[in-house]
């Protein structure tokens, strides 16, 4: 739907500001950049529940 292409970017900066300062250990760490990787892939490809469900996990590793 157009309300979650328009979230993707959103969601993909919030994991980016919160990535330099995450204390998630190595294993978690390269979990939620894959995540992200895939949440982008699914935006660009016009999956938008995917990408959001992607990112939507990466934030929970997070903590946002």
């Not at 250990?25 to 990408?51: C, N, P, T, W, Y």
């Amino acid at each position: 739907s157009l309300a979650f292409a328009n979230r993707c970017p959103m969601e993909m900066k919030a994991i980016d500001a919160k990535l330099s300062t995450a204390t998630l250990s190595a294993e978690d760490m390269s979990k939620v950049k894959q995540l992200r990787a895939d949440g982008e892939k699914f935006h660009k490809d016009g999956k938008h529940d995917e990408s959001v469900k992607a990112l939507d996990e990466a934030k929970k590793m997070l903590g946002i």
